[in-house]
């Protein structure tokens, strides 16, 4: 059996949806309670987020067994619900593997909200290693030179998460870039992450992330991009032209030193695609859902850096 990579995010949405604890305690009970102290528990749990330990035909039994007594528990009708969580259907990407779940249950709004919620915090769990001091130039593209387009090397040091979410219209040209210049050579690892849930700033019925294509939820620039030592400004690809998908995103750009390249070793663990234009999905959640271990990849104390900000695409 291969590996599962979105454990973590699958254990998130339906521990939020069913009001469960999904701590490594819990679970560790549900999976080993028979064969395992609890520190083991623990520690196997652990490694089978990361991928680390597989899940046997019996472990997924007994995960299964787990969630669709929660769910008959949440159900609104007095129905049996069947088996909404096959012990096959852990191999699924996350997507699908919600959509398929959460198909025809009768359940509360809430719950739903709190599993898509639970969803997407996990995405941008990343959002913990951002700089505090430096955001990741984001602009509208109006069709200035490449000289007055660049990003000030003084750009005001500012959180963030404390900086106004921009909205693009379909069809508008946005640049992405660095607003200071770099001290040596680099890689640019750049992805975004995007909440298709727009109740924030239009009026619509939201659209929960398992109602999406994984392409649509995550997706990667062309990556790695080569960046000189003092490259500064638009970064190569851009100013490029908005997609008509809506939803609030989150660009991240990963910045490392060539000489040590912690994304380049992380992603080339797991990326059972390597050398195609962009890491694969398992590479991608398993950067997404374990970045406590990408920033103690790095030798001589050297960490990526990384930037980011948040943009809107609002639909029609």
């Not at 769990?125 to 490449?146: I, K």
């Not at 900086?163 to 690892?189: C, H, K, N, R, V």
């Not at 970045?291 to 809107?312: A, D, I, M, N, W």
């Amino acid at each position: 059996m291969a590996a599962i990579y979105d454990l973590a995010l699958k254990f998130e949405g339906l521990g939020a949806f069913c009001n469960l604890n999904v701590s490594p305690t819990t679970l560790g009970s549900v999976l080993y309670h028979d064969l395992l102290g609890e520190q083991a528990q623990r520690e196997a749990i652990s490694k089978v987020k990361k991928g680390e330990r597989l899940l046997s035909t019996q472990d997924r039994m007994r995960l299964s067994d787990y969630f669709n007594a929660a769910f008959a528990r949440l159900a609104r009708s007095n129905e049996p619900i069947g088996a909404q969580i096959r012990p096959e259907d852990w191999d699924r990407p996350f997507t699908d593997f919600f959509a398929d779940a959460f198909r025809g249950l009768q359940a509360p709004d809430d719950a739903l909200d709190r599993a898509h919620a639970a969803i997407v915090l996990q995405l941008n769990s990343f959002d913990e290693f951002r700089s505090r001091t430096t955001p990741l130039g984001l602009l509208r593209h109006v069709g200035q030179s490449r000289d007055r387009a660049r990003f000030p090397a003084a750009a005001a040091p500012v959180d963030t998460v404390t900086l106004p979410i921009m909205s693009f219209a379909y069809g508008d040209a946005m640049t992405i870039g660095l607003a200071q210049p770099l001290a040596e050579p680099s890689f640019g690892w750049m992805f975004f992450v995007r909440n298709p849930d727009c109740r924030g700033f239009r009026i619509a019925n939201p659209d929960r992330i398992w109602n999406q294509k994984a392409g649509d939820v995550v997706r990667w620039a062309q990556s790695p991009l080569p960046l000189d030592q003092g490259f500064f400004g638009p970064l190569p690809g851009y100013p490029s032209q908005v997609e008509k998908i809506d939803g609030e995103y989150t660009a991240y750009l990963l910045v490392e030193p060539r000489d040590t390249s912690p994304v380049t070793r992380f992603l080339q663990q797991t990326n059972r695609h390597w050398g195609t234009s962009t890491p694969s999905l398992d590479a991608t959640i398993q950067l997404l859902s374990r970045p406590q271990t990408l920033f103690k990849l790095s030798e001589g104390g050297f960490s990526p850096l990384l930037l980011t900000r948040r943009y809107r695409i609002p639909g029609c």
